[in-house]
């Protein structure tokens, strides 16, 4: 029986600076936020995250881009041009555990807040960058989501054969390079118990970018081949893709051959498990286009529901194509959603966290903060917190 636990997250009393701004920063440190850690957010005067003004759709004066990305955090509206606020920044800093940037390189050390300049004032601190490119000849370059798409080769597999390339519709690789700056601090963190000290850690959206292609990366790598578009097929499994039906569209994995013979007995198609050309997964992929055209005669025949659900009585991996008003119709799609209070918006309805720590009570999360909403209460913090590796009493400043 699971042990019944408190609301304590992992990361209660970490304490993040956050100089991000766009996608992968401010999903990395929503991540820690959502571990339980406490975010201050630095945002320019008036301004604020780009993605403040990304919209429509807006709510009240913030975009829902902005709101997705920025829950349990507060803001403060400091200029890093201005001395003065640069020194309430590294006020903030000294007193941090974690400090995340997404600034191009070089940027940070000119506001004096690079990791070289703060490793005295707090050596405590773990200081986490994520860039454009690592590699030295690009450190400077910007750093977007499409770009990497571009040039990272993902666009080059993504669309269907022999269209254009197409980039896919999240910028899925910011947030897999916020995923990866997530683990790199949570690590670097761990390893801050043991040694003591910080440490300067670095994601590069391109290398996330190139490590995620996983499968495609291998395959031209073993195989000396260059992956193409294949549209919502795969390129080393068959069948295994989106199909047609009468009424609509709907996916079948039969990843291997157990899965497969089942998913032609469900068909009343048995006579594919007599064909050699596909006794195997190798077979099939070597003649896939002979199969796909039986199953497209086949699954003509009837509608998306009747399919799903006579593959799924089978045991084999089947989904209805949907939209995202469907997804958040479905009750497993409405699970993900929450409702938060917010005194001047109005109540949101926004996606949750994905992670649940069994045992442990579940809590509303905070709203995104209005822009500077929250500057008073961290200048009071400061005056009131002494920096990391001072004890009360000692100065602050």
């Avoid at 070289?116 to 601190?125: I, K």
């Avoid at 750093?143 to 896919?168: C, N, R």
């Avoid at 440490?199 to 081949?225: C, I, K």
Wanted: hydrophobic residues 45%; contains cysteine; charged residues 25%.
């Amino acid at each position: 029986m699971t042990e019944h636990r408190s609301t304590a997250k992992p990361l209660q009393g970490v304490v993040v600076a956050d100089f991000t701004r766009i996608l992968s920063g401010p999903l990395c440190t929503m991540v820690l936020a959502d571990l339980g850690a406490d975010v201050i957010k630095v945002e320019r005067p008036g301004i604020g995250d780009d993605t403040r003004t990304w919209g429509p759709p807006f709510v009240g004066d913030d975009a829902a881009y902005f709101l997705s990305i920025n829950r349990n955090k507060k803001s403060i509206e400091l200029d890093l041009g201005d001395p003065e606020d640069v020194e309430t920044a590294l006020q903030i800093i000294e007193r941090s555990d974690v400090l995340v940037e997404n600034f191009r390189s070089g940027v940070m050390t000119k506001f004096g807040l690079g990791y070289d300049d703060l490793t005295e004032r707090n050596p405590q601190l773990v200081y986490c960058s994520i860039r454009a490119f690592l590699h030295e000849s690009q450190r400077a370059l910007p750093g977007y989501d499409l770009l990497m798409q571009a040039i990272s080769g993902f666009m080059s597999v993504t669309g269907e054969a022999g269209g254009e390339p197409m980039k896919m519709g999240v910028a899925i690789l910011d947030v897999v390079a916020g995923l990866y700056g997530a683990i790199a601090i949570v690590s670097a963190l761990r390893d801050r118990d043991l040694k003591g000290e910080g440490s300067h850690v670095e994601v590069g959206l391109f290398e996330a970018s190139v490590a995620s292609l996983v499968n495609q990366a291998a395959n031209y790598l073993a195989g000396n081949e260059v992956p193409v578009a294949a549209g919502n097929a795969h390129p080393n499994i068959v069948p295994y893709q989106a199909f047609a039906a009468r009424d609509g569209r709907f996916v079948l994995a039969a990843a291997n051959d157990k899965l497969f013979r089942a998913a032609a007995i469900a068909m009343n198609r048995d006579d594919l498990l007599e064909d050699p050309h596909f006794t195997s997964n190798s077979a099939r992929v070597e003649h896939r286009g002979e199969l796909i055209a039986e199953m497209d005669r086949t699954f003509g025949t009837g509608d998306v529901d009747e399919w799903v659900d006579a593959f799924v009585a089978a045991g084999v991996p089947a989904a209805p194509v949907r939209g995202i008003d469907e997804v958040f119709a479905s009750l497993e799609g409405s699970s993900m959603l929450v409702d938060i209070a917010d005194t001047q918006r109005g109540d949101l309805r926004l996606v949750r966290s994905p992670i649940r720590f069994v045992g442990v009570d579940s809590e509303l999360p905070t709203s995104p903060p209005v822009l500077g909403a929250d500057s008073e209460e961290i200048r009071r913090w400061i005056a009131d917190t002494a920096p990391l590796g001072h004890t009360a009493g000692e100065a602050t400043g």
